[in-house]
Nanobody, 124 residues
Framework: QVQLVESGGGLVQPGGSLRLSCAAS????????MGWYRQAPGKERELVAS????????DSADSVKGRFTISRDNAKKTVYLQMNSLKPEDTALYYC?????????????????WGQGTPVTVSS
């Protein structure tokens, strides 16, 4: 069974940094795009950043450009989110997302998977 497991969330002061990690486990044939979403209390889930398999195409929300950096290690099946200059408005539950083929065959469908979320709180 495929799982996405996030880590690295926590409490940080404004202006601080955190690095989130998300590792995919289970039998996986191929992973395509990976990304991070977040959901603040009372708000809809929004895209933070996403990255393609080769890392050649990166998409990110305007609110995090210049502060957050997404990267991935395909050998480790892991995606990272380096968050710098954190602001109180970055406080949210951060979810890992991946489009992948589970199993050992390319004939299997590409499905979307989500992690359970890791909380990030930016407060003094």
């Amino acid at each position: 069974q495929v799982q996405l497991v996030e880590s690295g969330g926590g409490l940080v002061q404004p202006g601080g940094s955190l690095r989130l990690s998300c590792a995919a486990s289970g039998t996986i044939f191929s992973i395509y795009s990976m990304g991070w979403y977040r959901q603040a209390p009372g708000k809809e889930r929004e895209l933070v950043a996403s990255i393609t398999t080769s890392g050649g195409a990166i998409d990110s929300a305007d609110s995090v450009k210049g502060r957050f950096t997404i990267s991935r290690d395909n050998a480790k099946k892991t995606v990272y989110l380096q968050m710098n200059s954190l602001k109180p408005e970055d406080t949210a539950l951060y979810y890992c997302n991946a489009w992948l083929i589970a199993g050992s065959s390319s004939w299997s469908p590409t499905d979307e998977y989500w992690g359970q979320g890791t909380p990030v709180t930016v407060s003094s």
